[in-house]
Antibody, heavy 121, light 108 residues
Framework: QVQLVQSGGGVVQPGRSVRLSCAVSGVTFSAYGMHWVRQAPGKGLEWVAFISYDESNKYYSDSVKGRFTISRDNSKNTLFLQMNSLRPEDTAAYYC??????????????WGQGTLVTVSS | EIVMTQSPATLSVSPGERVTLSCRASQSISNNLAWYQHKPGQAHRLLIYGAFTRATGVPARFSGSGSGTEFTLTISSLQSEDFAVYYCQQYNTWPPITFGQGTRLEIK
């Protein structure tokens, strides 16, 4: 079965960096676009970033553009989110998610369990 | 950015009841709408995409309808395992992908 296992996160000071990982199994990882979505405490879901299957296209939300970098290693079936210059408003549960189609439609058929990032001094 | 609005925020229902959740887009999104279910401690689950296509393994009691700006998710007969938070999401015009704020189904 398809599994997305997340790691990384934790408590980090404002201005510092952290990297999230998402290991994918049970599917041909290199054939699908991948997304990161987050949910701040008491708030709704916010899409964060997308990377195409071959890394040729990367998109970011305005709230993280220039600070976060999405990447992937298709040889290791792993997705990454490098988060720099962190702010308290970046505090959230972060989820990786697989795109539902080969052409990256934008619907998300499998999600990770989430990893909490808390930005606090 | 397309704004997605779900209603109601919370719905108290009894097992066995039929329930309809609503989702409205701030502009037309054709049928590029998905519904997700989320239970505490579990991964989000895709229920419906393309406004009405059930995802793999989703029971037939879940159905989606609508197009343009108005969408609904109907659960024909609520089971105990259906009590969760439900989110709609548009993917017609992205980035950014946008989600509704969610509807929480509670046991009455």
């Amino acid at each position: 079965q398809v599994q997305l296992v997340q790691s990384g996160g934790g408590v980090v000071q404002p201005g510092r960096s952290v990297r999230l990982s998402c290991a994918v199994s049970g599917v041909t990882f290199s054939a699908y676009g991948m997304h990161w979505v987050r949910q701040a405490p008491g708030k709704g879901l916010e899409w964060v970033a997308f990377i195409s299957y071959d890394e040729s296209n990367k998109y970011y939300s305005d709230s993280v553009k220039g600070r976060f970098t999405i990447s992937r290693d298709n040889s290791k079936n792993t997705l990454f989110l490098q988060m720099n210059s962190l702010r308290p408003e970046d505090t959230a549960a972060y989820y990786c998610a697989k795109d539902n189609s080969y052409y990256s439609s934008g619907s998300l058929d499998y999600w990770g369990q989430g990893t909490l990032v808390t930005v606090s001094s | 950015e397309i704004v997605m609005t779900q209603s109601p925020a919370t719905l108290s229902v009894s097992p066995g009841e039929r329930v309809t959740l609503s989702c409205r887009a701030s502009q037309s999104i054709s049928n590029n709408l998905a519904w997700y279910q989320h239970k505490p401690g579990q991964a989000h689950r895709l229920l419906i995409y393309g406004a009405f296509t059930r995802a793999t393994g989703v029971p037939a009691r879940f159905s989606g309808s609508g197009s343009g700006t108005e969408f609904t998710l109907t659960i024909s007969s609520l089971q105990s395992e259906d009590f969760a938070v439900y989110y709609c999401q548009q993917y017609n015009t992205w980035p950014p992908i946008t989600f509704g704020q969610g509807t929480r189904l509670e046991i009455k």
